[in-house]
């Protein structure tokens, strides 16, 4: 992925340096668990764990020659550790190498996506409940249908991304495996015990089978993940960039004191992260199909989906870091005219309160055809430029026959549409934080001596002093008669 999309972490991560660092690691933890096995002397696992290091340089002259990756990978490592790299890949495959330390890369990487979903999560929670109440015309097809708030598209967008979530999470733990098992999978010189230590120092889980390689079922599946949170990410940018419009004008991205939207027109402010948050997540979907696609190999492996997928996964997963935390960055500095939101609600005529009519009409007995036509035609004088729909009904005599001024009036309220706006943000489990009634605090041990004087010189009975606040005296305590606890039990 070019250098504009990649965010340090995860581009680190997919870096050739990267790749070459996972695999050596992978090979250090198969020495190790040998010589934990006694098949590997313990001095030279130290001194190939000391002295195994690799240059990117050397291993691509020698790619030149040999013609492939893992080889020249092998010799660069070993004529920096002498001797004892005889024991280095010892009984393995290559993607016995390569798969693991893939499962190993991609684990890491899950750990960096579901950290940025979880703060564009909270950032979507924040934002519906700021605008729980901020009203809004909702739209179907484009065009005005009833009211909503921002809050509930805010709230919408949070619970989608908690399903991508709990997907994503899954497919990352479907990826996150390794194997160690030989070149077609039988364990035939490479116990079932050496990889499963070597799988416990990784933090891997084993397959319950493979032949040569890890199946690709579970990669497709994680880029099938990848390719819906994409779409759930243009979803918001697509919904910005439409409210952004001039027309509209109800929501912005943020927009720098020194930015510009454009070369030729001053005035111009363009959504531009919106769009290009539109434009990557299609690129994911690209590379998901790619990836379907690899999941049928020859017999027990070919090699049609490894270039795919040095493409596809590192692009995608580098992606989908770099729009989580665009996507953030949009929703934190979201401007919300509130104003204009109103406007346009109001600049519909009334249009949006027609359902609401059409019932009344119904429940004063008229048929839902009879109904429907009375509101049209008057709705359609109102689409026409004429007055607001409230008074284009008020005029029409046949309306008037089911419906008074009065009625009329009282159906056009906004609070009609939210009444039920309580019981979606808890089925959601978005609530707002009630505050805690602060407890008076007790007044001074001075203050409460004043009030038993007074209590006293006024003949009442002052209140029984909190522990530790007064000691009896002895005598005081002797003078009071003792009652047994069945006595006490009585009173």
């Not at 497919?171 to 015990?193: D, N, R």
């Not at 109001?346 to 004063?364: N, P, T, W, Y």
Request: net charge positive.
């Amino acid at each position: 992925m070019i250098e504009r999309y990649t965010r340090r972490e995860m581009g680190r991560l997919f870096s050739d340096r990267g790749l070459f660092q996972s695999w050596l690691e992978v090979e250090l933890a198969v020495v190790d668990a040998w010589a934990e096995l006694g098949r590997v002397p313990r001095e030279a696992a130290q001194k190939i764990r000391q002295r195994a290091k690799f240059s990117l340089r050397r291993i691509r002259q020698i790619e030149q020659e040999v013609g492939h990756d893992v080889i020249a990978f092998l010799q660069c490592v070993a004529e920096n550790v002498g001797e004892e790299a005889r024991y280095i890949h010892l009984g393995l495959t290559s993607n016995d190498v390569i798969d693991t330390a893939q499962g190993l890369r991609l684990k890491q990487a899950g750990e960096l996506i579901l950290k940025g979903l979880d703060r564009l999560i909270a950032t979507c929670r924040k934002l519906a409940l700021a605008h729980k109440h901020t009203l809004m015309a909702g739209r179907t097809h484009g065009i005005q249908a009833e009211p909503i708030t921002f809050g509930l598209k805010a709230l919408i967008w949070y619970t989608e991304l908690r399903r991508q979530r709990s997907r994503l999470q899954k497919s990352f733990e479907e990826v996150s495996v390794g194997k160690i098992s030989g070149a077609v999978g039988t364990y035939a010189h490479l116990p079932p015990e050496l990889e499963e230590k070597v799988l416990h120092r990784l933090g891997l889980k084993r397959c319950e089978i493979t032949n040569q390689i890890v199946q690709r079922d579970r990669h497709a599946f994680l880029m099938a993940c990848l390719a819906c949170l994409g779409g759930t990410l243009e979803k918001i940018a697509t919904t910005i960039r439409s409210l952004q419009r001039s027309e509209i004008g109800e929501l912005y991205e943020p927009f720098g004191k020194a930015q510009k939207g454009s070369s030729a027109m001053p005035h111009k402010r363009n959504p531009i992260v919106s769009e290009r948050i539109c434009g990557l997540a299609r690129v994911i979907r690209g590379n998901a199909l790619a990836t379907l696609e690899s999941q049928a190999l020859w017999d027990e492996r070919d090699i049609s989906h490894s270039s795919v997928e040095r493409v596809a996964l590192a692009d995608s997963l580098i992606l989908t870091d770099y729009l989580l935390e665009r996507t953030n960055w949009l929703l934190e500095g979201l401007e919300v005219n509130q104003k204009r939101m109103k406007e346009n609600l109001d600049r519909g005529g009334g249009l949006i309160f027609s359902q609401r009519v059409l019932l009344a009409l119904i429940e004063k007995g008229l048929s839902r055809e009879q109904a429907y036509e009375l509101v049209q035609r008057n709705a359609k004088k109102t689409w026409e430029g004429g007055a607001g729909l409230m008074e284009n009904l008020d005029r029409d005599l046949e309306v008037r026959k089911y419906l008074s001024r009065k009625e009329l009036s009282d159906l056009f309220s906004y609070d009609y549409f939210l009444k039920h706006l309580d019981y979606i943000y808890q089925r959601c489990g978005v609530e707002e934080k009630k505050e805690k009634k602060s407890t008076p605090a007790r007044p001074a041990k001075e203050e409460r001596k004043r009030t038993r004087r007074t209590a006293k010189k006024n003949g009442q009975k002052s209140a029984k002093p909190e522990n530790g606040e007064q000691k009896e005296t002895r005598a005081e305590a002797g003078g009071r008669q003792r009652r047994s606890p069945r006595s006490r039990k009585k009173r």
